[in-house]
């Protein structure tokens, strides 16, 4: 395959805007798998929407009324529709605003699209006429427990909610959340799964270390070869930490799945190859995602590997449309 001389000034010339939807229950850490995408190709290019502005009604008159946002009925999912195909045509929009702190709504806002744009929430491909209009999707499922260990430190510390009151809420949402968010993990193009890591649950709050997950349809090809690089050196002289990987077959919702499982810490070099490729791939450099840390957990070997989906699956529309 011949490489663009610098994919980040194709995309920018191009027309086609690219939609990634991230499902996932409250609190499940969506933003974090689609960090990378931003870290590459900049603000510039890359910007996201979050499904929670389509909600129909503000949290008042949701407890007044006794339902939960996430059934399909609590939010203007056919506006979420109409501002998507504007947006991938080019138009801006305005879109509506939801304030977390408050739970009402503030002013309509004016969106333009960029290249990318990542949308995320309870619902971006509920129905298939959504689904249709995305080029990636994904879907985050934490295990109950840790979920919920995330959604109480999250919304105590960022949306000020008393224990109690997310408790409560946690208990209400659960068989919608399995009603009208979980449905959408049957057709998502790659499933994150995680739970708490087998060399401690601690390691999770005090490291972020946690059992990760990835599971994708077989991939019928692969653009170039790419590597997954464990040092020796490093893995008897230099690290002090554990991990493992493997690498599954699998039938979540009766399809025919491989999943990566990574658990507990790497070495940095272990994702440089892979950082290296997408260098190659796209023309952009340095790609330095993880500089600075000293060790890289699943969770980021996770996000630069769906980063790298992300982009092959965007190459490959570049050179569908040249052909």
């Not at 980040?8 to 010339?13: L, Y």
């Not at 027309?15 to 510039?44: C, H, M, N, Q």
């Not at 209009?133 to 999250?154: A, S």
């Amino acid at each position: 395959m011949s490489q663009p001389e610098n994919f980040r000034e194709v995309i920018r010339h191009s027309p086609l805007v690219y939609l990634i939807g991230v499902a996932g229950d409250s609190g499940s850490g969506k933003s974090t798998f689609t960090r990378a995408i931003s870290d590459i190709f900049g603000e510039e290019l890359v910007s996201s929407i979050t499904v929670d502005d389509y909600h129909l009604y503000d949290r008042k008159t949701r407890s007044e009324m006794g339902i939960t946002p996430l059934l399909h009925t609590a939010n203007n999912l056919k506006l979420l529709e109409e501002n998507l195909m504007d947006l991938k045509a080019g138009r801006t929009i305005q879109k509506p605003v939801y304030l977390h702190d408050h739970g009402t709504f503030g002013e309509p806002e004016l969106f333009s699209p960029t290249k990318f744009i990542i949308i995320e929430g309870l619902h971006p491909y509920a129905t298939k006429s959504l689904r249709a209009l995305y080029d990636y999707t994904i879907f985050v499922d934490p295990e109950r427990d840790v979920k919920y260990d995330w959604k109480i430190r999250r919304d105590m510390k960022k949306r000020n909610y008393d224990k109690n009151e997310v408790l409560r809420e946690i208990l209400q949402r659960e068989p919608d959340y399995f009603q009208y968010v979980f449905p959408q993990r049957e057709v998502a193009d790659a499933v994150i799964q995680i739970s708490y890591s087998s060399y401690g649950k601690e390691e999770g709050e005090k490291r972020n270390v946690y059992r990760v997950m990835l599971s994708m349809p077989a991939q019928e090809y692969c653009f170039e070869d790419i590597e997954l690089n464990i040092d020796l050196c490093d893995l008897f002289k230099k690290s002090s930490h554990d991990f493992s990987l493997s690498c599954i077959s699998h039938t979540p919702d009766s399809r025919n799945m491989r999943a990566l499982v990574v658990d507990g810490e790497l070495m940095p070099d272990t994702i440089h190859k892979i950082e290296r490729q997408i260098e190659f791939q796209t023309g952009i450099s340095p790609i330095n995602i993880f500089r600075g840390q000293e060790h890289i957990t699943g969770t980021d070997l996770v996000r630069l590997i769906l980063s790298w989906q992300i982009i092959n699956g965007r190459i490959a529309l570049s050179n569908h449309l040249d052909q």
